[in-house]
């Protein structure tokens, strides 16, 4: 093995860990969810603001601005700076004692984590070649499902044998160990960052995302996949209410940390597929991995959401939730093949802008909401949650094939 691809797999191994470490502290306040509400008087409403949109709103808008620094400035220290504030951030949500406190807290994390992954889709194109793009980036798409996992099992253990702030505060710290690893190995390849001045760079890049937006693939692409990502941020930000308050099965909120680590090998698995269906039907066969997600999940949540034993409903949701959310990384690599190298890190700031908008931001107050006033019996949680992914995952269909239609006439870089 050459020295570069050594390092090209460290390289991809350690922001690997570093997305990892984003999603636990992204995650850990619906896996705690049950505690905070309890503890600071909160609804599910509030408690889908909280997960959702003080986090996502801030995430969408500030990522744009971050894709286009990280088109033109260091991506490591963009990528460094983002992952140290997150951290402090996380570790001072675990003072909070109010809602302002905890929104306060979302915001800033918010602002940091959206540093992370336009630099590192930038990247990673940089690093690997285009054939191989749907795998590395699944590789790196597998991180958001072992940081949920993790805190899924780390956090949920250390609340249930602790608190929630001192679960929230143990996930915050090795962030900043992180922070230093990437220091050492992370390392800013040689590129044209010229670009004139801050007007013709402003001007440039406005031209660029015009042309970006207006390709119709790129529109069922972000379609779609937001689609996706309403249902996936749904089902993580209330399958604790699902198993709390339907089924009186708290005990077994650590454990479907585990469906999230299978989660993370499905994506892995489906960005392999994507790469094969491409050298069989061009690079529109990818979109074939959308469909996949979008439909393959809806049996399993009809059993889950429908059955009156915990358990049974545990087991079904999170095969679910295994094959629904293995699109991840195919989405991510898919929009880099209707970009030039200039604009990588903002396509990749685009598509974390809508599924952040749509998923985050909608997903969770939208069910909270359908669950405090719409649905509302005993089993209005699981109702509530299978209407939302019923409709999510027939109209992302549609978008996948109208996507499959209009690829050849957006395709910017073949394979």
């Keep these: 093995m050459s020295r570069n691809k050594l390092y090209s797999i460290l ?19 619906a896996v705690l969810a049950t505690g905070i509400r309890e503890e600071l008087g909160l609804n599910n409403t509030q408690v889908g603001v909280l997960y959702g949109p003080a986090f996502s709103l801030i995430y969408a808008v500030c990522g744009l601005v971050m894709g286009y620094l990280a088109d033109r400035y260091s991506r490591k220290y963009i990528i460094l700076s983002g992952l ?18 905890l929104i306060s807290a979302r915001l800033m994390v918010g602002v940091s984590q959206s540093a992370l992954s336009p630099a590192v889709y930038s990247l990673l194109a940089d690093y690997f070649g285009p054939e191989k793009r749907a795998r590395v980036f699944s590789v790196y798409a597998s991180g958001i499902f072992i940081g949920v996992g993790l805190s899924f099992l780390i956090g949920g253990s250390v609340a249930e044998a602790f608190d929630w702030r001192t679960a929230i505060k143990s996930v915050g710290w090795p962030g900043l160990i992180l922070a230093v690893l990437g220091l050492l190995v992370i390392r800013e390849p040689k ?65 479907y940390g585990w469906f999230m680590m299978a989660t993370a090998l499905s994506v892995n698995v489906s960005g392999w597929l994507a790469d094969r269906l491409a050298l069989k039907f061009g690079g529109k066969g990818r979109f074939g991995m959308g469909v996949v997600a979008a439909l393959g999940g809806l049996p399993f949540y009809i059993l889950g959401f429908t059955t009156e034993d915990g358990f049974t409903a545990f087991l079904w949701i999170g095969l679910g939730n295994v094959i629904s959310s293995s699109y991840n990384g195919v989405a991510a690599a898919l929009i880099q093949y209707f970009v030039g190298s200039d604009m990588r890190a903002t396509a990749g700031a685009l598509y974390l802008f809508v599924v952040s908008v749509v998923g985050f931001g909608i997903g ?40 499959m239609r209009a690829y050849d006439d957006g395709i910017k870089i073949k394979d």
Aim: charge should be positive; aromatic fraction near 14%; hydrophobic fraction near 50%.
């Design 11 to 29: 390289l991809l191994g350690t922001l690997l860990l570093i997305y990892i470490s984003s999603f636990v502290d992204r995650q850990i306040i």
């Design 191 to 255: 590129r044209d960052t010229d670009f004139g001045s801050l007007q013709a760079s402003l001007k440039g890049y406005r031209r660029g995302f015009s042309k970006l937006v207006s390709k119709p693939v790129v529109r069922f692409h972000l379609a779609g996949f937001s689609l996706l990502a309403l249902s996936g941020y749904t089902i993580l930000a209330f399958i604790s209410t699902v198993l709390t308050d339907v089924y009186n099965r708290g005990d077994l909120i650590s454990y």
């Design 364 to 403: 969770p107050p939208l069910t909270g909401w359908l669950i405090d006033h719409v649905f509302t019996g005993a089993f209005g949680p699981n109702y509530a949650l299978l209407s939302v992914f019923g409709v999510c995952g027939a109209l992302a269909t549609l978008c996948f094939v109208g996507g």
């Design 84 to 101: 140290t504030i997150w951290s402090m951030m996380t570790l001072l949500s675990g003072f909070a004692t109010s809602f302002a406190f």
